[in-house]
């Protein structure tokens, strides 16, 4: 069965930038669906898995109010429903899951409750529908405008075709662009396209960031819960790529700055602490008698996938590579219950278990792998390793001023290995600006992306892919179709013509999304 709908704003895709695209047209009760191809929203935060990854300067600037109100309630969701010690409740820092990567890591089940509520009252009052388990599948356009899509309802196998006004491309891979005939770029562009001191000599659109097919565990030393052994685990086992120092499953990896051999550890014997990374559950901030187990997220040098590309490639081909990432990350944890060396000189740690409740699915992997490149835009402004690099501008403390600036951010130029066989890339960069120009395609004028599929390269997706900045990206473009909508003009316009720009910035800066660094 088939039915059409027409709204004002569709949103394709209900991670990060989704969510805020949504929250910021909700403020202007601007009629809106926000499609999601899984049960789950919040992306990178959820049904990926990974906690957030933040600046230095995150609790004080540095990211919108929207932002920040969705930490706090992340905070205030803990403090309210579960029996945190006092000294923890009182914490203004409260960090649930005590892992060290992020100020705030947590659950993702927490992120999903803490977004539902946030867009709930939208839902409730007729200006937000979100609908679950839609593919993208089809786009029909007229000239320079996309006039509806068509989705796959995957749980009930019906279609739908919505007709909008304006489209956003909040995807993890960017899966509208090729739908839309919107022009965009993958992989490493070439030097002489970009000047990039660290871009290719030559285009390699095949060449990408790992994927991650993240996993959540939990550890009772007294427990077995070896898993059967998977599959593929020979292949991994065997595993070593040319740039690595010693086996892929072993306790060395390779420092992503220095490329050096850097020891590994699971609970900090030495060198780096693996479970402690990204631990979402920390057993130390409950009253003893109520402390459960702590719970890690495994996205791991060991469990990053470089073998092969998902973007556009043949579905099988795509699809025997997503199963590998599977097959990878449980291959892991296979060796670590059973071969893993141990500082008493055993080995295996069995009491390693999965955790399904965590993820939300039936396996404990995440709903969906954690992507870092996707399909990026040819967009009216490019954002190249010369704007933002310390190397390149060894005298500033900013990156490059950008006057159309809609939002900033901060993180290194931060490159997994790729598969065209690269090691890491990890370049220092300094505190960035998001350019609107970035938002906007070069052709088509009524669809904006509102992720990791802006205008950005190969390198410098490596720091504008980051939790706080798709947020800020997805709030911006939410904000800017709503200044469209209600000034009846179009985001083109509004990127030349100053008037328009300055309007569209003072809207920016009163709904709390700061425009330059204060440092």
């Given at each position: 069965m088939e039915r059409e709908v027409r709204t004002r704003v569709l949103i394709v895709g209900g991670g990060v930038g989704g969510c805020a695209c949504a929250l910021a047209l909700a403020s202007h009760r601007i009629p809106t669906i926000l499609t999601e191809p899984t049960d789950w929203l919040g992306g990178q935060l959820t049904t990926q898995a990974v906690p957030p990854d933040e600046h230095r300067w995150i609790e004080e600037q540095g990211c919108t109010q929207r932002y920040r109100a969705y930490r706090e309630a992340v905070r205030d969701y803990y403090r309210r429903y579960y029996p945190l010690k006092p000294a923890a409740r009182e914490d203004p820092y409260l960090n649930p899951g005590g892992g060290w990567v992020s100020r705030l890591c947590h659950e993702p089940k927490v992120g999903v409750a803490?977004?539902?509520?946030?867009?709930?009252?939208?839902?409730?009052?007729?200006?937000?529908?979100?609908?679950?388990?839609?593919?993208?599948?089809?786009?029909?356009?007229?000239?320079?405008?996309?006039?509806a899509v068509r989705f796959l309802n995957t749980a009930t196998g019906d279609s739908l075709i919505v007709y909008a006004d304006y489209f956003v491309d909040a995807s993890e891979l960017g899966d509208l662009l090729p739908l839309a005939s919107v022009e965009y770029v993958t992989g490493a562009e070439s030097q002489r396209e970009t000047g990039e001191p660290h871009a290719k000599p030559e285009p390699e659109p095949h060449n990408m960031q790992a994927f991650t097919w993240c996993m959540a565990l939990g550890?009772?030393?007294?427990?077995?819960?070896?898993?059967?052994?998977?599959?593929?685990?020979?292949?991994?086992?065997?595993?070593?790529?040319?740039?690595?120092?010693?086996?892929?499953?072993?306790?060395?990896?390779?420092?992503?700055?220095?490329?050096?051999?850097?020891?590994?550890?699971?609970?900090?014997?030495?060198?780096?602490?693996?479970?402690?990374?990204?631990?979402?559950?920390?057993?130390?901030?409950?009253?003893?008698?109520?402390?459960?187990?702590?719970?890690?997220?495994?996205?791991?040098?060991?469990?990053?996938?470089?073998?092969?590309?998902?973007?556009?490639?043949?579905?099988?081909?795509?699809?025997?590579?997503?199963?590998?990432?599977?097959?990878?990350?449980?291959?892991?944890?296979?060796?670590?219950?059973?071969?893993?060396?141990?500082?008493?000189?055993?080995?295996?740690?069995?009491?390693?278990?999965?955790?399904?409740?965590?993820?939300?699915?039936?396996?404990?992997?995440?709903?969906?792998?954690?992507?870092?490149?996707?399909?990026?835009?040819?967009?009216r402004f490019t954002v190249c390793e010369q704007h933002l690099s310390a190397a390149c501008r060894p005298n500033a403390t900013l990156a490059e001023p950008f006057p159309d600036t809609v939002g900033v951010g901060h993180y290194r130029i931060d490159l997994h290995p790729t598969t065209g066989g690269d090691t890491y890339l990890d370049i220092d960069a300094l505190p960035f600006q998001i350019p609107l120009g970035a938002l906007l395609p070069i052709?088509?004028?009524?669809?904006?992306?509102?992720?990791?599929?802006?205008?950005?390269?190969?390198?410098?997706n490596g720091c504008y892919r980051l939790h706080p900045v798709e947020w800020n990206i997805g709030e911006a473009v939410g904000t800017l179709l709503a200044f469209c909508l209600e000034?009846?003009?179009?985001?083109?316009?509004?990127?030349?013509?100053?008037?328009?720009?300055?309007?569209?910035?003072?809207?920016?800066?009163?709904?709390?999304?700061?425009?330059?660094?204060?440092?």
């Open positions: 803490v977004l539902n509520a946030m867009l709930a009252y939208p839902q409730m009052g007729g200006w937000l529908t979100v609908l679950y388990h839609h593919k993208p599948i089809e786009a029909l356009t007229e000239g320079d405008f996309v006039r550890y009772d030393p007294d427990g077995d819960y070896t898993i059967e052994k998977p599959a593929q685990y020979e292949r991994w086992r065997a595993y070593q790529p040319p740039f690595w120092h010693a086996p892929f499953f072993s306790w060395t990896d390779v420092h992503p700055i220095t490329l050096q051999p850097r020891p590994l550890s699971l609970f900090g014997e030495q060198g780096v602490a693996l479970f402690t990374y990204r631990q979402i559950v920390n057993p130390a901030i409950y009253e003893p008698h109520l402390a459960p187990e702590p719970v890690t997220i495994v996205n791991w040098p060991q469990n990053d996938y470089f073998e092969g590309n998902i973007l556009d490639v043949p579905e099988a081909e795509a699809s025997a590579h997503l199963e590998s990432a599977r097959q990878l990350s449980l291959s892991l944890l296979y060796w670590l219950q059973t071969e893993a060396p141990r500082p008493d000189g055993e080995v295996g740690y069995p009491g390693l278990r999965l955790r399904p409740d965590i993820t939300g699915t039936p396996d404990g992997l995440a709903k969906a792998p954690y992507i870092r490149e996707a399909r990026r835009i040819r967009a052709r088509v004028r009524n669809l904006l992306p509102a992720c990791k599929n802006i205008g950005t390269t190969h390198i410098t000034q009846g003009t179009e985001p083109h316009h509004v990127y030349e013509a100053p008037a328009l720009l300055a309007a569209y910035q003072a809207q920016l800066s009163a709904e709390g999304v700061q425009l330059r660094w204060q440092l």
